[in-house]
């Protein structure tokens, strides 16, 4: 698959799970990595392009064991590029099952 | 290995890659973060280092966003004007080279730039110096001032090629390609082909239809060019004084409107919507750098200034003004021609390059020198 490509599609997944529910830091790779059967290593250069690009915000809040945990939060920046990652995610998805359909029919 | 090891070892890798202390604190933060949630969740210290990756592949995956020290580098930009001098009044007393040895003052921004940019950038950014110095060889040794200013227009197409990827490549390039062939011909083989020659622009757009699969309303729109370019030809041989034989090409313009081309432009890729403007704006210079050399005589030798806006979007599409120094190559450039081309104060106007290492110590490296200082008697903090 096209690295940019996968990319855009990784980009689209933590905006779409941090949207979802607030997570910290180490939540996001172990969640993400395990859905998406990818190294762990790269969730958090994009976590920090992401937050570098005010898509997220962090704050801190105490975990159950009294440590302090980074929470990522999306911004509404962050909402807006979500929003145009979907229609564009859909927009593709739809042709490929358009491709497929008429693969199938022939 | 424990945290602190993970951690150190982070840091040794990032030193050694000349990261700036900031960066190298902010990635260690980070890390020692996720360290630590890592281990409330219950693993252990080799599966929280084996999860977090090891530091050669966390700086593989984020060292494009990541900062660099450069001191040691820039005394070579320090010392770049005390050499330009001396060459200067040598090249000036010996062999009586006052009219060019100014040139020699390039070697200020180039030595900034070969020094402070990276690879992309610094090919786009040196090519306004590498472009002026073979403009003006040509132009002092060969007389060559006509058709060597086409030189400059390694500029944009520096950053064509760089930027452009595929088919685009091929379709931003081709504009130029077909100015080379019009000059070049036109100075060299056929000299009507002043006149008569612009109409191989037209095939612009037909190279940009042919990157994509052909279609039969395809054939249509490059027949309805091609016949244009051969009326616009043939009514300039056999008519004298046809001034409005550029209404020809109404004929192509209004089919393809009609047939929608005009997405040839907008295209139907992902990023295209966030890219829109940039094309826009790019497609507006190349269109204004045309026009202004038709209709301006005599323009040509420095018209092309106006292509320096096609790297300058593009920086400011990449990096806004987070590096004003990108700029600075190309202001530098446009300030220098029009001094020397409108004033004729070439023996000054090298001057103006010197904003280039200017701006480079005043916004890139100011707060880096004190960083390798620390960064030589730092401990670790872990």
């Known amino acids: ?106 | 290995m424990n945290k602190r090891d993970y951690l150190n070892k982070i840091r040794e890798y990032f030193s050694e890659r000349e990261v700036t202390r900031e960066d190298i604190n902010t990635v260690v933060e980070d890390y020692a973060e996720l360290y630590d949630e890592a281990l409330e969740l219950g693993l252990t210290d080799e599966q929280v280092a084996q999860k977090l990756g090891n530091p050669r592949d966390i700086y593989d995956s984020i060292k494009d966003t990541l900062h660099y020290v450069k001191s040691k580098d820039n005394r070579i930009v320090a010392v770049m004007p005390f050499i330009s001098t001396i060459l200067f009044f040598l090249v000036g007393f010996l062999l009586n080279g006052w009219a060019y040895a100014w040139i020699f003052y390039l070697l200020i921004p180039i030595a900034a730039i070969s020094i402070n940019t990276k690879s992309k950038e610094k090919i786009v950014a040196l090519s306004p110096f590498i472009a002026t110095i073979t403009f003006f060889t040509l132009g002092f040794v060969f007389g060559l001032w006509h058709p060597g200013w086409l030189i400059f227009l390694i500029v944009p197409v520096s950053a064509i090629v760089l930027s452009a990827r595929g088919k685009e490549k091929i379709i931003g390039l081709s504009p130029f390609a077909f100015l080379i062939i019009y000059i070049l011909v036109s100075t060299y083989v056929i000299e009507d082909f002043y006149q008569y020659g612009w109409s191989i622009f037209a095939l612009i757009p037909v190279i940009a239809i042919l990157t994509q699969p052909i279609k039969l309303k395809d054939i249509f729109m490059i027949s309805t060019i091609l016949l244009a370019m051969a009326a616009h030809i043939t009514i300039y041989f056999t008519i004298e004084n046809a001034g409005y034989v550029w209404m020809v090409y109404l004929v192509p313009t209004v089919v393809g409107i009609l047939l929608g081309y005009i997405q040839v432009i907008s295209g139907d890729k992902v990023n295209v919507k966030e890219k829109i403007w940039v094309i826009l704006a790019m497609l507006l210079v190349v269109i204004t750098y045309l026009l202004v050399s038709f209709l301006i005589p005599n323009i040509w030798t420095w018209s092309w200034i106006i292509l320096l806006l096609i790297p300058m979007i593009g920086i400011y599409d990449g990096t806004k003004f987070e590096h004003p120094v990108a700029y600075m190559p190309f202001i530098a450039v446009t300030i220098f021609m029009l001094l020397g081309s409108l004033g004729n104060y070439w023996q000054y106007a090298w001057l103006v390059f010197l904003i280039i290492p200017i701006t480079a110590i005043l916004t890139e490296s100011g707060d880096k020198t004190n960083e390798v200082k620390e960064d030589t008697d730092e401990t670790s903090d872990c």
């Open chain 1, 1 to 106: 698959m096209n690295t940019q490509f996968k990319k855009g599609i990784l980009d689209l997944c933590i905006l779409k799970a941090v949207k979802d529910q607030e997570m910290y830091g180490f939540e996001i790779i172990d969640k993400l990595s395990n859905l998406l059967d990818i190294n762990e290593n790269t969730i958090y250069p994009i976590l920090r392009r992401l937050t570098d690009q005010r898509l997220f915000e962090t704050y801190s809040k105490d975990s159950p064991l009294g440590a302090q945990r980074k929470y990522y939060k999306i911004t509404k920046e962050g909402e807006q590029k979500l929003y145009s990652y979907m229609e564009d995610w859909d927009a593709f998805i739809k042709n490929v099952n358009y491709i497929l359909k008429d693969e199938k029919d022939e």
